[in-house]
């Protein structure tokens, strides 16, 4: 079975910057579009970002600019990068490695706190 482990999360201050990684076991990494979904308390987990296993990318409109999604199919990791963060991006975020034609299922990661003070 797959297992994805998340890294990265943390406290920062309004405008700075995190990187979160999922690191992912298993052979079918490269062939697996990933998500990156947030969570906020009291409201539904949300996706904030995908990656195709092509290497299309997809944001929603409110971090445009702001984070980059990313894959390194040697290290079965796949990254995101959020820059000029704000209060509004506190929530827990998750990875999700979709499933191939080779997986029985969508696979989520831990999930990891990001806390963004003013």
């Known amino acids: 079975q797959v297992q994805l482990v998340q890294s990265g999360g943390g406290l920062v201050q309004a405008g700075g910057s995190l990187r979160l990684s999922c690191a992912a076991s298993?052979?079918?990494?490269?062939?697996?579009?990933i998500g990156w979904y947030r969570q906020a308390p009291g409201k539904q987990r949300d996706l904030v970002a995908a990656?195709?296993?092509?290497?299309?990318?997809n944001y929603i409109d409110s971090v445009k600019g702001r984070f980059t999604i990313s894959r390194d199919n040697a290290k079965k990791t796949a990254y995101l990068q959020m820059n000029s963060l704000n209060p509004e991006d506190t929530a827990v975020y998750y990875c999700?490695?979709?499933?191939?034609?080779?997986?029985?299922?969508?696979?989520w990661g831990q999930g990891t706190q990001v806390t963004v003070s003013s």
């Open positions: 999700k490695q979709y499933r191939s034609s080779f997986d029985e299922y969508d696979y």
């Open positions: 990656i195709s296993s092509g290497g299309s990318t």
């Open positions: 298993g052979s079918t990494f490269s062939l697996s579009a």
